[in-house]
């Protein structure tokens, strides 16, 4: 049997992180923030944040940012930001929905140690470090629970292995979508079941 959600209320609010060189005018953010405009209820707060690329700072301004949303936000987080989401989720004892999260990132980021990126949404230009490593290692939760999340994983996913996703977030809710990549470019057929995990309903239409 699957576990209840951390909460019964509404969401409060709604705060969207992006994955990993991502920004926060990508496809599924915009699509988010749109879909916190167009709720049953009336627009309901949303913060799509540009997080830093490392781990330690884009945690810490994901954090500031709860206080904005009111008592019981909902985190949505893809990939990278599905591992801060969750990492806030187990701090402050919140809903989150993942998508394509990244299970064990650090062991991810040592492969790329020295592989310089660019951000394509702000221009940004860095490199990988051991500190990346280090900051995710030392971040990663210890255990995940289970009523807390509703987990999207697409199963052909090139990037991550959603074998791992599902093992990591065992006994909660999932959607797995039928050769879904890693951007999961479907988003937009699950809002309602994202927006109903922090109990809200789209708009009809919407």
Same mark, same amino acid.
């Given at each position: 049997m699957l576990s209840?959600?951390?909460?019964?209320?509404?969401?409060?609010?709604v705060l969207y992180l992006h994955g990993f060189n991502s920004g926060s005018a990508s496809p599924?953010?915009?699509?988010? %923030?749109q879909?916190? #405009?167009? @709720?049953?209820?009336?627009? *309901?707060?949303? /913060?799509?944040?540009?997080?830093?690329h490392r781990p330690g700072e884009a945690l810490a301004l994901a954090e500031s940012l709860l206080a904005t949303l009111g008592p019981?936000?909902?985190?949505?987080?893809?990939?990278?930001?599905?591992?801060?989401?969750?990492?806030?989720a187990e701090r402050h004892d919140l809903r989150a929905v993942v998508i394509?999260? %990244?299970?064990?990132? #650090?062991? @991810?980021?040592?492969?790329? *140690?020295?592989? /310089?990126?660019?951000n394509e949404y702000t221009g940004e230009r860095f490199?990988?470090?051991?500190?990346?490593?280090?900051?995710?290692a030392e971040l990663t939760p210890a255990r995940l629970e289970p009523r807390r999340y509703l987990v999207l994983l697409g199963t052909a996913d090139e990037t991550l292995d959603p074998r791992d996703g599902a093992a990591a977030y065992r006994g909660a809710p999932m959607i797995l979508q039928a050769g879904?990549?890693?951007?999961?470019?479907?988003?937009?057929?699950?809002?309602p079941a994202l927006f109903a995990h922090g109990g809200h309903r789209l708009a009809s239409g919407a």
């Open positions: 209840q959600p951390a909460a019964t209320s509404a969401a409060s609010g599924k953010a915009r699509l988010v %923030a879909g916190c #405009a167009r @709720l049953d209820a009336g627009p *309901l707060p949303c /913060a799509t944040p540009q997080l830093p019981q936000p909902l985190l949505v987080g893809s990939s990278m930001g599905g591992f801060l989401a969750s990492c806030l394509n999260p %990244a299970v064990r990132p #650090a062991g @991810l980021v040592e492969s790329w *140690l020295g592989e /310089a990126f660019v490199t990988i470090e051991g500190a990346h490593r280090d900051e995710l879904g990549d890693h951007g999961f470019s479907a988003l937009a057929e699950y809002l």
